[in-house]
DNA sequence: ATGCCTTGTCGCACAAGA
């Protein structure tokens, strides 16, 4: 079983190339995010007729994030606990059945949290503490589950092309690094560095000053895996090639796959 | 030091992204 995350940068906008790479990559699962469309105006049609059932939580203008499943999906859940008046759509979540047992697929979107000094970036620590929460829940019940997504944050100084150019910015601060590291602390394994523990491994290139020509990169999308799933890694792959193509997202697809 | 692009918006410039 394939599972992969998308940061895809508008739906809308991108419904060509992520038509391009269901086809070429054939997952099982295709985690989205930033589908800046609302629920109603999601263009699911032709997802659909290759096999997907999708399930959007969205908002207008910004954010939103969807989950592609050819097998069925239980128990969808929108919205990350702990905080009732959280408006922004960032998580979604559901059940479905790998060989016999429940997986729980989270996906996230995590937020930005510049500039720092501003409630932005109080509003991302503080999302972080309920992931953390969150995903001490998920594993009380020693069950297999995945929190994919977009986590706006570089694990580790090799995690960026040039990590000096990052010291200012949210993605890249001791706070943001340290509740990560919560999460993984926990014993959720971080699917790409069980694979690779290369330099240069990266998910997103800037639009701007070239940042792909000069693979200028950071490693922000992550597959974090309980233990009871990271049982079952099979492999783990990162769809660079696509930030290529004609009219790319600025994220590249990560994922893994789930042996018997 | 700053902008460099891209997307969506009750557009005709701007916010937000990372």
């Known amino acids: 079983m394939k599972i992969a995350t998308w940061n895809i940068n508008g739906v809308k906008a991108r419904h060509d190339v992520l038509l391009a790479w269901l086809e070429e990559a054939a997952p099982d699962i295709a985690c989205l995010q930033e589908i800046k ?3 109603d105006a999601f263009p699911g049609t032709a997802f659909e007729e290759l096999g997907y059932r999708v399930e959007t939580h969205g908002q207008k203008g910004f954010n939103g ?3 592609l499943s050819k097998v069925p999906l239980d128990d969808v859940s929108r919205g990350l606990p702990g905080d009732e008046t959280d408006t922004q759509a960032r998580y979604i979540e559901a059940t479905l059945a790998h060989e016999g047992r429940p997986l729980r697929v989270g996906c996230l979107y995590l937020p930005n949290g510049n500039p720092l000094g501003t409630e932005k970036f109080d509003y991302k620590l503080d999302w972080m503490a309920r992931l953390e929460r969150h995903a001490r829940a998920c594993l009380e019940r020693e069950e297999a589950f995945l929190l994919l ?10 995690d960026a092309r040039n990590p000096q150019n990052w010291t200012d910015d949210a993605l890249f601060q001791p706070e943001s690094r340290s509740a990560f590291r919560a999460l993984t602390n926990l014993g959720l394994a ?3 560095r069980l694979a690779n523990q290369d330099e240069a491994v990266f998910t997103f290139w800037d639009y701007q000053a070239g940042a792909w020509q000069k693979n200028n990169g950071i490693r922000i999308d992550h597959v974090l895996m309980s233990p009871e799933a990271t049982d079952r890694l099979d492999g783990v792959g990162i769809d660079a090639h696509v930030r290529g193509w004609e009219k790319p997202s600025d994220h590249v697809p990560v994922w893994v796959t789930l042996a018997a």
């Open 190 to 192: 971080d699917a790409v």
């Open 37 to 39: 469309s609302v629920d």
């Open 149 to 158: 997504g977009d986590y706006n944050v570089i694990p580790e100084p090799r």
């Open 65 to 67: 994030v969807a989950i």
